[in-house]
């Protein structure tokens, strides 16, 4: 009995480990601006009530989210946002990241990466995420 604790624990801990190894490079720390169209896309990605997670590359040019209608598959939804990352990546030599979640925004140091202010943006999240100037 104790044999089999401690297998599934160390089962248990490589799943978490790996899990944290393959999100952890599309954890992006840096400032972001979102042309017009990505924009509209990210509205969309809020709006939308079974939405997940939401992928933009580094220039804010091209973008994509995923939507489950049931929680128990977010996990295979961030690993198919990170596999087209990398797909992304190796196709057009460009980087992408999880802009956010359906809790919350998730790159770090993003600025205000809108490029006009959303009040769609501003319900969901609390900020418009906008620079007047």
């Known amino acids: 009995m104790k044999s089999v604790f401690i297998k599934i624990s160390l089962l248990f801990f490589a799943i978490v480990f790996i899990a944290a190894c393959q999100t952890s490079s599309f954890s992006k720390d840096q400032p972001l601006k979102l042309n017009y169209y990505t924009a509209k896309n990210f509205e969309s990605f809020i709006e939308r009530k079974d939405t997940t997670l939401f992928f933009v590359d580094t220039y804010g040019d091209r973008s994509y989210y ?68």
């Open 66 to 133: 995923y939507y489950c209608p049931h929680t128990a598959c977010s996990d295979t939804l961030r690993n198919s946002g990170n596999y087209a990352c990398e797909r992304y990546h190796s196709k057009y030599n460009v980087e992408c990241g999880l802009l956010a979640t359906k809790y919350g925004i998730q790159w770090k140091n993003a600025g205000n990466f809108m490029p006009f202010k959303s009040e769609t943006v501003f319900q969901k999240y609390g900020s418009y995420f906008y620079d007047e100037d």
